[in-house]
């Protein structure tokens, strides 16, 4: 039998394994929480940053993070929410591989009354979703559309239009089918595009305008590469491109590279993009790629975290601005959302590093 002397405190227990907590900052037992973070995949900076922001913000709240990537497999991340909730976690934040795949897991957390939210991409198909906390995603695409027309020169940078004549040719990707993102991203664009598509100002040459015919599966740039290049092979021939929609700086690379190969460049067609990746904002300072969207993730993971606290302490997370757009098929799920930025050669230096995003120094 255990004697009475050896039990120790939980408050003590906690600030061991919390290691250097100071004692003003000590954790009561039933303050900390195991929270369930899962994100898409460890190849694009912005989601290591966002999984880190999170965790780091949780545990700043006494809380313990459970974080797990899923390499962009929908069998991995499955299995990743299905141990949290095994592991005991009393909260789930998803970045989902595929938004319509995780009904099953989606269920097993509502069974264990686990709350969860959506994190930049909308859990689909199930009606266990709490909250969601993204960007202006429609703005997102609206932003892409107008800096393509900027760098083509048809429109100015303050929005009115310009004395160009085009015609130009553009060529369209969208993101990944299975991310609801991707909707939302490519009807803004369109929004934008459509007018400038109807009368002749801009032409598709591949004739590929369709949502469904522009799709990126995972976003993946070597697959937008591919992409490209066909096309360059049956519709240019003999004429030129003059720019690209792209939803995503992984496919802008992509695009690039394709470009590259065909023999443009040194000056290249106006590329878009989005997430302000790093490899993309020196591809912009270099005169290669023309644009991205820069998505503060540090505000969307406090934003989260936030959240999260007060899904915690069942209460209604102050956050929530949106009611109306997130229909995920079953139910509207009420989201915060966050205001992008467009960012070209112009803008980068104030946006990206005065804010403290990059430094001088990660750029050159
Ligand atoms: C989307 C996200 C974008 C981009 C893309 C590829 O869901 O909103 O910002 O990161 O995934 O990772």
Same mark, same amino acid.
């Given at each position: 039998?255990? @004697? ?67 390499? !962009? ?47 930049? /991409? ?14 202006? !995603?429609? /703005? ?11 760098? $083509?020169? $048809? ?6 239009? @310009? ?6 040719? &553009? ?20 929004? *934008? ?6 009368? %002749? ?12 015919? &522009?799709?990126?599966? /995972? ?41 590259? !190969?065909? %023999? ?13 990746? $790093?490899?993309? *904002? ?38 929530? !601005? ?7 098929? *079953?139910?509207? &799920? ?11 050669? @112009? ?7 005065? @804010? ?9």
């Amino acid at each position: 039998m255990r @004697s009475s002397r050896f039990v120790v405190p939980v408050v003590v227990l906690l600030v061991t394994a919390c290691g250097a907590r100071s004692a003003g900052q000590q954790v009561k037992a039933d303050e900390g929480e195991l929270v369930g973070v899962t994100m898409p995949t460890t190849t694009s900076q912005r989601w290591l940053s966002d999984g880190e922001n999170i965790k780091k913000d949780m545990e700043s709240r006494g809380h313990r993070v459970d974080l797990q990537y899923a390499q !962009n497999d929908i069998p991995t991340q499955v299995r990743q929410i299905k141990d949290q909730i095994a592991k005991g976690a009393k909260l789930l934040i998803i970045a989902s591989v595929d938004g319509s795949a995780l009904t099953e897991p989606l269920q097993m957390a509502a069974d264990a009354r686990i709350p969860v939210i959506a994190y930049d /991409r909308l859990l689909r198909g199930s009606a266990n979703v709490d909250y969601y906390a993204t960007f202006e !995603n429609f /703005r997102v695409g609206v932003y892409q559309a107008e800096s393509l027309l900027t760098g $083509l020169g $048809l429109r100015n940078a303050d929005g009115s239009p @310009s004395a160009a004549p085009g015609p130009f040719n &553009v060529e369209l990707f969208a993101g990944s089918a299975d991310d609801n993102n991707s909707v939302f991203f490519f009807n803004g664009a369109m929004s *934008v595009l459509k007018p400038y598509l109807e009368d %002749g100002k801009l032409k598709v040459l591949s004739g590929q305008t369709q949502f469904e015919a &522009v799709t990126t599966l /995972r976003w993946d740039g070597e697959t937008a590469r591919k992409r490209l290049e066909e096309i360059i092979g049956t519709s240019y021939r003999t004429k030129k491109i003059n720019g690209v929609l792209s939803p995503y700086d992984g496919i802008s690379l992509g695009i690039l590279t394709a470009l590259k !190969n065909a %023999g443009y460049g040194p000056q290249f067609p106006v590329v878009t993009g989005q997430d302000a990746e $790093l490899p993309s *904002v020196k591809s912009i300072i270099a005169d290669e790629q023309y644009s991205t969207i820069y998505k503060d993730t540090r505000e969307l993971a406090t934003a989260t975290a936030q959240m999260a606290e007060a899904v915690l302490k069942e209460r209604t997370p102050p956050q929530i !601005n949106n009611l109306n757009d997130y229909n995920n098929g *079953v139910k509207v &799920v009420p989201a915060f959302l966050l205001n992008p930025v467009s960012v070209d050669k @112009s803008n980068y230096h104030k946006v990206l590093v005065e @804010s403290g995003y990059y430094t001088d120094d990660q750029l050159r």
